[in-house]
Structures are given as C-alpha cells and as structure tokens.
C-alpha cells in the first residue's frame, strides 16, 4: 500500500478546508454525490433528480457524466469521493443488459464499504405526483417492514438506505414536525419505497386524525448484484470512540424509551419497631365477656346515679 503525502496548507483558506475533513468526534453529515453515468435515459435521471431533492443540502449532483464500472473498477469513483469529501455515491446508467440500474455505495476513510447495484422498475418522481417540490432539509422518518434481518444483505441494504435517507439527528421531536415518512417494504426479493407526506386533521379529541397522500419518488427496486464489506471492516467503521460512549452508572439502567431505572441497596430492616400510624383498625378487638361488661357498666353507672 503506498505512503499519503502529507499536505501541508499553504494559506488559511486551505488549512480551514484541511481541518475540515480531519476526523472528529461527532460527525459531519453525510455527504451524497449523484454521478451520471454515460449512458442514461429520462426514468433514471429523474429518479436521480428526486434524489438529491430529498438529501439536500447535503447533496452534490454533477453536471458532467462519468463512465464509470463501479463492479469492475472502484478507484474512479473512491476518486472523486474524495475529491468532494462524500461519503455516500449514487450512480445511475442504462444499457441493454441493465436498464434502469441504480448503484448505491457507501464510503469509510475515503475507501469503498459496500456497494449494491439495484435494478429500478414502477418509477414515480415527486414531478409525476405534483408532491412537494422543495424538501430541503427533511428529516424524513423511516419505517421498514419485511424480513430485512432474515439476510446478511438485506441487514447491510436497510443500513444502507438509513444512511442515504437519514440526515441530521434531531435532539427533540415535536409531532406537528413530522410530516414526510419513507416506507420501506420487502417481499420476496422486491423492495417497495412508497413516499407519504403526513397530514394531521382535526379529530374533536386531542389526538389528531393522520391522513397519508402520495408525496413521491416510489418505486420498485430488486438486487441485482452487490460487494459486501467484510466484518473486520464493518467493526472498524461502526466503532465509536470512547469520548461520546455514555459512562456506565451503577445500578443504573435506561429502557429503550428512555425511562431510566435505579436500584437500591438498604440493610434489612426490623419491622416489629417500625413506627407505624396508629389507627383504630389496628387495635385489638374485645372479646364477646369484654362486650357484656361495656354493656353493663352503663346500667350501674345509673342506679348508683
């Protein structure tokens, strides 16, 4: 493997855009390039089109098209990722043999992750049903259905489309904000993606009424071939440094909802001195010769009176 040059910066400008692509602790957002291939028809480039309008601002569409074989030759397109500082690429062809034909890839360190190539088919673009025409910034909510933690490629696929369509992590939800879902569905060995905007309607109680129209781009996809990362690989991109791990409290736990649970440690406690509340419920009941003599006792108090 050959040595990197160091590059040294030789104005602010570039040692700002140097420090920008230096490792960090939280994350930039992920980066999208949509590439043209060199050939290409209308159903693909709007495909490619409603793309980018859903991952803005963090997307990059170029103008020019590139003949590029990602199956065959991957330095072209790890090439110009770097050169944008993207890790994520799409790219669209067509040709006789695959038409239609998406190819997704992901990066780590500047270096291909996995990569599947999906075959495209039941298209609607955002144009086609009049949706929404400026979604920049969405936050989409993702919801997948199927057996997509049946197969190791399904499990690398759904990362994959979580990555894709996922932009920053908002620290707060307010259900008024969510008001475009993404909907993932596999059966058999095709995938649905079915684009909703979410409206909520007056419903006379408090809890609103959720009405769903068609807001685009869906379609049908199906592997076509795919090159999965290695589980080494896997481990080092998904590791996180200590940094932003949570410390572990004892006797602490947290639930998957966030409600946060604690245990405590008392020494064993003598329960026949324990001060309780005196009530009449927990005197003794008089027996039944008691009862007489309360009976008679007034009678003498009489006579003696």
């Known amino acids: 493997m050959p040595l990197q040059r160091v590059v040294k910066p030789k104005n602010q400008r570039v040692k ?5 692509r230096e490792p960090k602790v939280v994350e930039n957002p992920r980066m999208c390039l949509c590439i043209r291939g ?3 028809n209308e159903v693909i480039s709007e495909l490619l089109r409603d793309m980018h309008a859903i991952k803005k601002p963090n997307s990059m569409l170029l103008s020019r ?6 199956f065959e ?21 067509n040709s006789k043999k695959r038409p239609d034909n998406l190819v997704l890839m992901r990066m780590f360190n500047h270096e291909l992750l996995d990569m599947f190539e999906l075959g495209v088919t039941n298209f609607d ?8 025409q400026s979604m920049s910034g969405a936050k989409p909510c993702l919801a997948f259905a199927g057996e997509f933690e049946q197969k190791t490629e399904y ?9 894709f369509f996922h932009n920053d992590r908002p620290v707060k939800i307010r259900l008024s904000g969510i008001e475009h879902v993404i909907s993932f569905t596999l059966s058999g060995d095709v995938i649905t993606i079915r684009t909703y905007r979410i409206l909520l309607k007056k419903s006379g109680s408090r809890t609103p009424r959720i009405e769903l129209t ?3 781009p869906n379609m049908d996809l199906k592997i076509r071939r795919s090159r999965l990362a290695s589980d080494e690989l896997m481990r080092q991109a998904l590791r996180q440094p200590k940094v932003i791990k949570p410390k572990k409290v004892k ?15 008392m020494q064993k406690q003598d329960l026949q001195t324990l001060q309780l509340r005196k009530s009449k419920a927990l005197k003794r009941r008089a027996t039944s010769g008691d009862d007489e003599e309360e009976q008679s006792s007034p009678a003498k108090k009489k006579r003696s009176d």
């Open 65 to 70: 098209r590139h003949e590029f074989r990602p």
């Open 16 to 20: 700002r855009a140097l420090e920008k």
């Open 214 to 216: 068609e807001l685009g």
């Open 38 to 40: 060199n050939k290409t």
């Open 125 to 132: 673009s955002i144009r086609a049903l009049k949706g929404m």
């Open 251 to 265: 006797n602490v736990d947290v639930t998957g909802l966030g409600t946060m649970t604690g245990r405590i440690h």
């Open 73 to 93: 030759n991957i330095s072209p397109v790890e090439a110009i990722c770097k050169k944008y500082d993207s890790s994520l690429c799409a790219f669209i062809s």
């Open 155 to 163: 499990q690398r696929l759904k990362s994959l489309f979580m990555d």
